[in-house]
């Protein structure tokens, strides 16, 4: 069964702290893993990664994908309240525009 | 470029009702799919469409169905509402890279927020 696990599933830090959020998958024909963040609407697109090892950034944000051990990492450097929000992982399989998604990490970043 | 649309944003229904919302995805987009989303199965795939073909269908009973337009443009239909049907409806579309394959970047729709009474 295709399935993707985030960890953890809720996080509560203060403004400026660096956070860490984990995401391994298991699905077959793997194709790529996207990261969304979510605030009470549609999710928003953050990252894509499709290759190991290469580090996406944008801003305070990166992310990086292990194609052999099957997991991905968020980092946020410098955390500021409004990065509160749930962040959604997802994993992209074969030639369809399906995605399997985690249950999401719930950040709230305390002032 | 105007995003993914969906409406209706929000709405009601009964029980036993059914319900068609529909979803306009970003211009040039021609890979459609829909997600459930709700507070304890997090977001589901339900369907995904191409050049009014669907191609994959997620483990939804039959209920649940859809189409798409020649023009992209896409609808979901669920019959005979159930209250376990309350959920945010999300449609998302993505470019198409060579061999009709669907880029790697997948974008949502605000939703549709179905409440079911």
């Known amino acids: 069964e295709d399935k993707v696990v985030q960890s953890p599933l809720s996080l509560v830090v203060h403004e400026g702290d660096t956070v860490t959020l984990n995401c391994s998958y298991e699905?077959?024909?793997?194709?790529?893993l996207l990261w969304y963040k979510q605030e009470k609407k549609a999710p928003t697109f953050l990252f894509m990664l499709?290759?190991?090892?290469i580090e996406k950034k944008s801003g305070r944000l990166s992310s990086i994908l292990d194609k052999k051990e099957l997991f991905s990492i968020l980092n946020i450097t410098a955390t500021q309240t409004g990065d509160s929000a749930v962040y959604l992982c997802?994993?992209?399989?074969?030639?369809?525009?399906?995605?399997?998604f985690g249950q999401g990490t719930r950040l709230t970043i305390n002032p | 470029k105007a995003g993914v649309t969906q409406t209706p944003r929000y709405l009601i229904k009964t029980r036993g009702q059914q319900v068609t919302l529909s979803c306009s995805p970003i211009?040039?987009?021609?890979?459609v799919s829909w997600y459930q989303q709700t507070p304890g199965q997090g977001l589901q795939f339900l369907f995904e469409?191409?050049?009014?073909?669907?191609?994959n269908k997620g483990n939804f009973p039959g209920r649940f169905s859809g189409r798409q337009f020649s023009n992209s443009r896409s609808e979901m239909n669920v019959s005979t509402l159930e209250l376990g049907d309350s959920a945010l409806y999300l449609c998302?579309?993505?470019?198409?890279?060579?061999?009709?394959?669907?880029?790697?970047?997948?974008?949502f729709g605000e939703g549709s927020w179905l409440t079911v009474v």
């Open positions: 998302a579309s993505s470019a198409l890279r060579q061999g009709n394959v669907p880029g790697n970047t997948i974008y």
């Open positions: 699905v077959t024909n793997f194709r790529s």
């Open positions: 499709t290759s190991s090892g």
């Open positions: 997802a994993a992209a399989m074969g030639g369809a525009q399906k995605l399997v």
């Open positions: 211009s040039g987009h021609r890979s």
């Open positions: 469409y191409f050049s009014e073909t669907q191609r």
